[in-house]
């Protein structure tokens, strides 16, 4: 192999690597989605209980909690927003590439040195790394939200339930 080819084959394995990263965290997020939704079930149902021992604690317990999970579910959404910003004469971003008709996109493919690709390889890294990290940053502010309503979820459940 060329030293170019293994540039080009290692760029291929970084960018793999990136792509596991953004895949880990929307997984990440359909954990905190679920539990928070659960949360909520739960404190609307015994909310709507019959029974309920409805204080201003539980009431104040109970705002906190939405706000707080719904915190949660709004920083997961934005973990999981399409980023489709990315490098505009890209033969591997799937944007442009979508943008091109066929016999352009095979027509340049072909055209490209390995240099070039390597430098459209590498913007690809580049880009895919920032959206893991802009993910990631979502998700962890995400958690944070989600483990701040739990105690919030206890008082509510526990008042609404004592008698």
Same mark, same amino acid.
């Given at each position: 192999?060329?030293?170019? +080819?293994?540039?080009?084959?290692? =760029? !291929?394995?970084?960018?793999?690597?990136?792509?596991?990263?953004?895949?880990? =965290?929307?997984? +990440?997020?359909?954990?905190?989605?679920?539990?928070?939704?659960?949360?909520?079930?739960?404190?609307? &149902?015994?909310? &709507?209980?019959?029974?309920?021992? $409805?204080?201003?604690?539980?009431?104040? =317990?109970?705002?906190? *909690?939405?706000?707080?999970?719904?915190?949660?579910?709004?920083?997961?959404?934005?973990?999981?927003?399409? $980023?489709?910003?990315?490098?505009? !004469?890209?033969?591997?971003?799937?944007?442009?590439? @979508? &943008?091109?008709?066929?016999?352009?996109? !095979?027509?340049?493919? +072909?055209? $490209?040195?390995?240099?070039?690709?390597?430098?459209?390889?590498?913007? !690809?890294?580049? $880009?895919?790394? *920032?959206?893991?990290?802009?993910?990631? *940053?979502?998700?962890?502010?995400?958690?944070?939200?989600?483990?701040?309503?739990?105690? @919030?979820?206890?008082?509510?459940? &526990?008042?609404?339930?004592?008698?």
């Amino acid at each position: 192999m060329t030293p170019a +080819k293994d540039r080009l084959t290692t =760029a !291929q394995w970084i960018l793999e690597r990136n792509l596991a990263w953004i895949a880990a =965290a929307d997984a +990440k997020v359909a954990i905190i989605v679920a539990i928070n939704v659960a949360m909520l079930g739960g404190l609307a &149902g015994t909310f &709507g209980w019959s029974d309920a021992h $409805r204080t201003s604690w539980a009431y104040i =317990a109970c705002t906190m *909690e939405v706000i707080l999970s719904g915190s949660g579910v709004f920083c997961a959404a934005m973990a999981m927003f399409p $980023r489709t910003n990315g490098p505009k !004469q890209s033969l591997l971003f799937a944007v442009p590439v @979508a &943008g091109m008709n066929l016999p352009d996109y !095979q027509a340049a493919l +072909k055209d $490209r040195s390995d240099e070039q690709l390597l430098d459209d390889w590498s913007s !690809q890294v580049h $880009r895919n790394a *920032e959206i893991a990290k802009s993910k990631f *940053e979502w998700v962890r502010v995400a958690m944070i939200w989600s483990f701040l309503g739990v105690p @919030a979820w206890v008082v509510a459940i &526990g008042v609404m339930v004592s008698k």
